[in-house]
């Protein structure tokens, strides 16, 4: 499921992000929804989260 949409995002759902330092890469960190940080009902790069552990990333995979 595409992490582009607001709707699909819930707070404690896992995911695999990408953190801004690693969008060159494509690195994908996994973890659980925190906070959602992006208002937009929709984002082309994906919805933006924070997860558990404090990472900040775009939503890439909803897992």
Same mark, same amino acid.
């Given at each position: 499921? *595409?992490?582009? #949409?607001? %709707? #699909? ?11 801004? !330092? =690693?969008? /060159?890469?494509? !690195?994908?960190? !996994?973890? $659980?929804? %925190? @906070? $959602?940080?992006? #208002?937009?009902? #929709? =984002? *082309? =790069?994906?919805?933006?989260? /924070?997860?558990? @552990?404090?990472?900040?990333?775009? $939503? %890439? !995979? $909803?897992?």
């Amino acid at each position: 499921m *595409p992490g582009s #949409n607001r %709707k #699909n995002v819930k707070v404690g759902i896992k995911v695999k992000v990408v953190k801004k !330092e =690693h969008q /060159r890469t494509g !690195e994908l960190t !996994e973890g $659980i929804v %925190k @906070d $959602i940080l992006t #208002n937009s009902q #929709n =984002h *082309p =790069h994906g919805i933006k989260v /924070r997860l558990a @552990d404090g990472t900040v990333g775009r $939503i %890439k !995979e $909803i897992i």
